[in-house]
């Protein structure tokens, strides 16, 4: 059996609440999402792979035709 203390499940709040939010081309708040969940637990890898995106996304804009799928251009 796995227990998860009250942070990590806190973390795991805010990261699915940003995802929620990226996929409604809600950036900004995304973007708050998942630094708040690093606050929480610094070595979060998906929430540092979605700043990462949120800001693309903020520099860049998003496609009409956005299915919520983030492509790589360069390696």
Not at 8 to 25: A, H, T
Not at 56 to 74: A, I
Request: glycine share 4%.
């Amino acid at each position: 059996m796995v227990l998860i203390n009250k942070e990590k499940l806190d973390c795991i709040k805010l990261y699915e609440e940003g995802l929620k939010l990226y996929r409604n081309k809600q950036f900004n708040e995304a973007l708050d999402k998942f630094k708040k969940a690093l606050r929480i637990y610094p070595s979060d890898g998906p929430s540092k792979v979605f700043i990462e995106r949120c800001n693309h996304f903020l520099k860049y804009s998003v496609p009409e035709d956005w299915d919520g799928v983030f492509e790589m251009k360069t390696k």
